[in-house]
Each structure stands twice: as C-alpha cells, then as structure tokens.
C-alpha cells in the first residue's frame, strides 16, 4: 500500500534548512539599505564623489572575485588581470580613436576579459592549491609585462592619459573635476551587476558551485560537471571584473599598468577578508572599511598608514571568522542564545 508523500516526509517542509532553501532567493527588509546609503551620499557628499565613484568601482571588483572565491573556492592572487584587461581595451580603443561610447565599451571590456578568463581557465583550474594561486599570479604578470612591452598601443610606463570618452547617451558629460554622472553611472552598473551576481548565486548553478567549494569530490561522485562549472563561474567573473576595470578607465580617464598590478590583486583579496567572502555584501562593506581607514590613516599618519590596515587584518583574523559579517554573526547567535527561545 503506497502512503501519500505528506504522510512519508511529514513536516519537511517545514525544516529550518529546507526552508532557508526555499526562502533564499527572496529579497530581506535590510538589503535596500546599502543603496539608499549610496543614494544619500550623493547628496550629502557632492566634493568627494570623486572618492565616492572608486569605491562603487572597487565594490564591483570584490564583487566579482567573491563570485570565483566566495562561491566557487577558486583561490587566485592575479584577478587584477581581468581588472586591467577591461581597463585596457577601453582605453587602447578610446585613446586610438576606434571606439569611444561608454556603455557599449563596457560591454567589449567584459567581452575582453571573459575570452581571457575563459582560455587561462581551461588550463589553470585543473590545478588546486599553491599551484593555481602562483599560476594566477603569473598570468597577471604576463599581461601587466606585455602591456609595458606594446608602449606603441598601450603607452607602456606612463600609460593612456586623457581618454577621449563622449557624454553618456549625448547627454550627460564626464566631468572629472565634478564627476556627478560618472557617480551616478557607475552606481546604476554596480546595481545590475549585482542583481545579475546575487540571481546567479542563489540559483541551483550558484548552489552547485557553493557544493563543489565545500566538497569537490561528493559533487563529482553525484555527476556534476565540476571542471565545466569552475571554468564558466571564472569566465562570469573575469567579465564582471573587467566591467569593473572599464568603469574605472572611463571615470578617470586615463589608464596606466597599476590596473594590473599586484597591489590591486592584493587589496581586493584584503577587502574581501576584512567584508567576508562568499556573503554578497562582504565586498560592500570590506571596501567600505578598506578604503575609509586607509583614506583616515593616510591623513593622521602619511608614512606609515598601512600599519593600521595590517594590524586590523591581523585583529579580523584571530578573532572574526570571515571577515566583519563573520564577527556580526557570532555576536548575533551569542545574544539570541543568551536570550533563548522566544
């Protein structure tokens, strides 16, 4: 006799754990907030937007290296190389005069930078641990030294200073000493990326590749296509990373080879410790942390600023398990458990 499906899991749907699966796409009543903040400091802050349109570009990037460490568990040193690809190829084709219009630039530097992701993919994600991190890192440095080689296309050392980028829709002009629409532009490129990065990754692909970082070899005893499924989750992020790279080449102007130096690939890796990996607003708040205390610290102590970062990120890794949402979550639970069941 064949029992009804209630009656053979009773009060499965019911779980907790079932139920933050079901639930987990669903917007909560907190996440509106980093955006009316970011809203609000374009009317509160007009003389640092300047400031205020890096840290949006900076966000993207933790953003999209969340996508591939946060998620996937790919461990890289030399995300940089995506960030400058699309840097480069906005400013290679402004500066030589073959493409200027803004939007559709980003479009061709995520292109870039996702073909780059794609083939290094291929090739470096069979490999896991110390290996893949030093490949990554080698990777950036070919590009970073290729692009100080071609001083004909890229302008080497000194690189591509005042980039020709025309208004936004013919309308809105890049103003540099009062960039109210470069803010704006970027703000409104950050949002759709994260809408597309936060669909993703409460999908059952982002789901399949939070399994394979938490245990590779179950996901490949159960048939997923781990290989196909890194290498697509890196390509995604290489493009959102070059989107990134695009942004700042544009609202600055210029592009020079710090776009793919080690100092960017370390500083986003820092802010995604100090944020929190694998959590959507750990880039938000790692690069709001990062950039405010380095920016406080330069001031009070020019020479040796970076004393107060190091100390910080030791502090974070003794005493906060992934980064600041990591501490915020072990102060919440401890407090509910001191309160009880209500």
Not at 97 to 111: M, Y
Not at 114 to 132: K, M
Not at 218 to 240: F, K, Q
């Amino acid at each position: 006799m064949t029992m009804p499906a209630q009656q053979v899991t009773p009060g499965l749907s019911g779980h907790p754990a079932a139920l933050a699966l079901i639930n987990r796409h669903r917007v909560r009543a907190w996440e509106p907030l980093p955006w009316i903040i970011a809203i609000a400091f374009y009317f509160a802050f007009p003389n640092h937007l300047g400031f205020g349109t890096d840290l949006l570009v900076t966000i993207l990037f933790a953003l999209s290296l969340d996508l591939a460490l946060g998620y996937a568990g790919i461990v890289t040193l030399g995300h940089a190389a995506f960030f400058g690809a699309g840097a480069y190829t906005v400013g290679m084709l402004a500066h030589h005069g073959i493409w200027t219009e803004p939007i559709s630039g980003l479009f061709l530097a995520a292109g870039v930078a996702a073909l780059i992701g794609f083939a290094s993919g291929l090739i470096l994600l069979r490999t896991t641990g110390l290996t893949l991190l030093m490949l990554t890192l080698c990777t950036m440095a070919l590009l970073e030294e290729a692009a100080n080689m071609g001083e004909k296309y890229t302008g080497g050392f000194d690189g591509l200073p005042n980039l020709p980028i025309p208004p936004l829709f013919g309308l809105f002009e890049f103003n540099p000493l009062y960039p109210r629409v470069q803010y704006v532009y970027v703000l409104c490129v950050l949002f759709v990326c994260f809408v597309f990065v936060r669909t993703l990754v409460y999908s059952p692909f982002g789901q399949s590749l939070t399994g394979i970082r938490e245990n590779v070899l179950r996901m490949r005893a159960v048939g997923a296509p781990v290989n196909w499924r890194l290498v697509t989750c890196y390509t995604i992020s290489a493009a959102i990373a070059g989107i990134a790279g695009g942004l700042w080449a544009q609202a600055n102007a210029y592009v020079n080879l710090s776009t793919l130096g080690l100092d960017r690939a370390a500083t986003v890796l820092i802010i995604l410790v100090l944020g929190g990996y694998g959590r959507l607003y750990g880039a938000f708040i790692g690069a709001v942390v990062y950039m405010a205390l380095s920016h406080f610290l330069a001031k009070v102590y020019p020479t040796a600023w970076q004393l107060g970062l190091g100390l910080l990120l030791m502090l974070i890794a003794l005493f906060a398990r992934n980064g600041v949402l990591g501490l915020w979550d072990q102060l919440t639970s401890r407090f509910i458990g001191k309160r009880g069941p209500t």
